[in-house]
């Protein structure tokens, strides 16, 4: 019954699903590609979107929204329990430290009546995230040798226990969208970016620029989207999708960064351009999306009745 009304209180907020997927989108193609594959597994198995805040699936992107990282942590609070895939790469990054850190004490402040789950794989030695161990409700590590296995192998060696802890957070999916009518909809773009391009998209993209039949089968059998395709170097591209032409992957690469840079020119980033803009010291700069408008004015309005230089 707590647990029912912890549910009810974070709705009230935003819709959130109950199990939150921590990773690092700034680590390399094959540990992303591995969370986009246990994602899809779980899926497949029962845990839909309803259950899981994948932030990819959710169209939260760092190129897309300033708040991104707030995104995050907002369903870190509002969430009921965190899957967190880690490797020794995060350990240097520090948005990862931290919200990291937010999940332990998301656990930690759970208090008795509402426990939060914790569920915790490492992809390989990560020796400053050990003490998340303890606390776990499922971990797993994987060793040198398991290191070396395809990622659908390290996969199914982990997935069957960790259905078993996660399928019981299904029950308070179903309370959530029962208590909260309107679906969840992702505003729409005026076109699509390439970190939101299925793997249709992909496919498209590769016959325009002439990749090889051969490469676009496994491009198309890894089901490769295009958040899976920004994390790919040229070494990735010709080990696992057996483009041996360097000059055609060299071409893909330069049609890629063109496409990122044309989607920030013909679209209005008010972040980016909030980074550019020189400031002056005796002015107040206030950053806020544009949707947000409102608020900001009030805020402004404010700081102008306290005699503050307000831009």
Request: charged share 25%; net charge neutral.
């Amino acid at each position: 019954m707590a647990l029912e009304e912890s549910i009810t209180t974070r709705i009230h907020h935003r819709s959130i699903p109950p199990i939150y997927l921590s990773y690092s989108n700034q680590t390399g193609f094959i540990e992303r590609y591995f969370v986009v594959k246990l994602y899809q597994q779980l899926v497949e198995n029962g845990l839909g979107e309803g259950v899981i805040w994948f932030d990819h699936h959710q169209g939260i992107h760092p190129d897309k929204s300033a708040t991104w990282f707030a995104d995050r942590l907002e369903a870190i609070d509002l969430s009921l329990g965190s899957l967190l895939i880690l490797s020794n790469a995060c350990q240097h990054q520090r948005l990862m430290t931290i919200e990291s850190k937010a999940i332990l004490d998301r656990k930690i402040l759970s208090g008795t009546t509402t426990v939060y789950g914790l569920f915790v794989i490492f992809l390989d030695e990560c020796h400053d995230f050990t003490y998340l161990r303890s606390r776990a409700d499922f971990f797993h590590a994987f060793n040198k040798t398991e290191t070396m296995l395809e990622v659908d192998e390290r996969i199914s060696m982990i997935l069957k226990q960790l259905l078993i802890k996660l399928l019981p957070y299904k029950q308070f999916s179903s309370i959530q969208n029962n208590l909260t009518p309107q679906e969840h909809k992702i505003d729409e773009e005026e076109f699509k970016q390439l970190c939101t391009w299925t793997s249709k998209d992909i496919q498209l993209f590769l016959t325009r620029i002439g990749v090889a039949q051969t490469s676009r089968d496994l491009f198309s059998e890894k089901q490769i989207d295009g958040y899976l395709l920004l994390a790919c170097t040229e070494n990735e591209l010709k080990d696992y999708f057996q483009m041996n032409n360097r000059k055609v992957r060299q071409i893909l690469i330069e049609h890629v960064i063109q496409t990122i840079h044309r989607e920030r020119q013909s679209r209005p980033q008010w972040h980016y351009e909030a980074k550019k803009t020189k400031g002056k010291s005796d002015h107040v700069y206030l950053i806020y999306d544009p949707e947000d408008h409102l608020v900001a004015n009030e805020i402004s309005n404010f700081l102008k009745d306290k005699k503050f230089r307000v831009n």
